[in-house]
């Protein structure tokens, strides 16, 4: 059993930049890959960054390719979302969520077991 809880959204102009940080309790952290994910209203969860166990691997929507930073810290069983640059198109809600069976995690959102809440991003333009 995972527990997963997100922190850090916000409203922010477009330009800036926020954190976000999702805080991770059960199973050992490091046994399993986590991922951000989101859902704008009217759409479908989309996959925003990946990071695998270790991780030693990151991966990203091309979306944010270059203005998102996926993370994690094992010893504080915490991950984060670094955003900059924001567009009005990231306005969404932001969802972290754990992968139990793959290492590197995917960007698939049925291959992920738990789920947090989710946390609100607007970025005005």
């Known amino acids: 059993q995972v527990q997963l809880v997100e922190s850090g959204g916000g409203l922010v102009q477009a330009g800036g930049s926020l954190r976000l940080s999702c805080a991770a309790s059960?199973?050992?952290?490091?046994?399993?890959?986590m991922g951000w994910f989101r859902q704008a209203p009217g759409k479908e969860r989309s996959f925003v960054a990946g990071?695998?166990?270790?991780?030693?691997?990151?991966y990203y929507a091309d979306s944010v390719k270059g203005r998102f930073t996926i993370s994690r810290d094992n010893a504080e069983n915490m991950v984060y979302l670094q955003m900059n640059s924001l567009k009005p198109e990231d306005t969404a809600v932001y969802y972290c969520?754990?992968?139990?069976?793959?290492?590197?995690?995917?960007?698939?959102?049925?291959?992920?077991?738990?789920w947090g809440q989710g946390t609100q991003v607007t970025v005005s333009s």
């Open positions: 990071i695998s166990r270790s991780g030693s691997s990151q």
């Open positions: 059960g199973r050992t952290f490091s046994t399993y890959a």
């Open positions: 969520a754990a992968d139990l069976d793959n290492p590197h995690g995917s960007k698939w959102d049925v291959e992920y077991d738990y």
